[in-house]
């Protein structure tokens, strides 16, 4: 049994440390938050114990791993930190909002054989998965297109905005990400537009957008197609569509049941789709666990690595740099 620690007691953190403790093949090794009441909650109700410090869950040698669900800017130290002390290492995405610091990281931390995950869970989808899966077997002929629609129920609180570091490096670093693992190749050129559409008043005080569009191509001339929306009022929008030279095969969202309704005003009447990311990506993210047991035990190769959170960050970049000067951007122009 694989011996993992949570260190994050959030949302995220409350979720990855329930879904370790039911894993077959994982046992929860103990949690940890800076504020301590969240991680006595957390660890009394998965019956672990809750770890006074970062350092000592770095120091215990009754952790074999770590999963890090903590807030951002303390990511790269993390990682930093648990590959010195020998622990493998599941990270929530971004590394870091800022490429310098992440390129820093990556030399830090460079010639370790540990394994590096990060939380990219989409790749792990069942639907995602398997669209994947099929244009790979050839059952679309050439891939040509790829068309990202990732839209969130409602816009989040100002002060989770005020801490995001933008749109691009919170939200759509899952579609780029998402975007280099359908395309099998590395885009070359972005443009993209953006704007507050949702609330231009926070948008203006914040100089941040709430509705964006991109536009990838990849050296052979493959497409990409990402557009995001921080409300879509009927639920968690979640769709890809893979299109190529034999046909398309799409990956579409989910509900919390398929019953329809018939009446005599209205037909095919279903119920929302499921209201947000730890409901829609349920099974992706024990898929996720599942995922990185294996690479610590069987030494797999991991879905999701630091080079592919180090790459996402940078077509985030590259897409500000198109939306501030309007034009396309080629990815080689990101420097750290």
Request: aromatic share 8%; charged share 20%; glycine share 8%.
């Amino acid at each position: 049994m694989l011996r993992i620690a949570v260190l994050g007691c959030g949302r995220i953190g409350q979720m990855h440390a329930a879904n370790v403790a039911r894993h077959p093949r994982a046992t929860l090794a103990g949690v940890y938050d800076l504020h301590q009441p969240s991680a006595d909650r957390v660890a009394g109700e998965q019956g672990v114990r809750a770890f006074a410090s970062a350092a000592d869950v770095f120091a215990s040698s009754d952790v074999d791993a770590v999963l890090i669900a903590t807030a951002t800017p303390t990511h790269a130290d993390y990682i930093e930190l648990a590959i010195a002390a020998g622990k493998a290492v599941l990270c929530e995405k971004p590394i870091d909002l800022n490429l310098a610091r992440v390129e820093a990281c990556a030399a830090k931390i460079k010639g370790s054989a540990l394994p590096i995950q990060l939380g990219f869970n989409r790749r792990y989808d069942p639907g995602h998965s398997a669209a994947r899966n099929a244009m790979l077997a050839g059952e679309i002929g050439e891939l040509h297109q790829v068309i990202i629609t990732s839209r969130d129920p409602g816009i989040p609180p100002r002060a989770y905005l005020e801490a995001a570091g933008g749109l691009f490096r919170d939200m759509t670093i899952h579609d780029f990400d998402l975007a280099r693992f359908m395309l099998g190749e590395e885009p070359v050129e972005v443009f993209a537009i953006g704007g507050a559409l949702i609330d231009p008043a926070l948008g203006a005080a914040l100089n941040e957008v709430d509705s964006a569009m991109f536009i990838l191509r990849t050296a052979s001339g493959k497409q990409c197609h990402i557009n995001n929306s921080r409300t879509a009022v009927y639920g968690y929008d979640q769709r890809v569509e893979l299109m190529g030279s034999k046909g398309m095969l799409i990956s579409d969202n989910r509900k919390p049941h398929e019953m329809r309704r018939y009446t005599a005003t209205t037909t095919e009447t279903a119920a929302p789709y499921q209201f947000f990311f730890l409901e829609r990506y349920n099974e992706a993210f024990m898929a996720e666990i599942d995922g990185f047991v294996d690479c610590v035990e069987k030494g797999a190769t991991p879905l999701a690595s630091f080079e592919d959170g180090r790459r996402a960050l940078i077509l985030a970049e590259a897409a500000y740099l198109s939306m501030q000067q309007g034009r396309m951007v080629k990815v080689s122009e990101v420097k750290a």
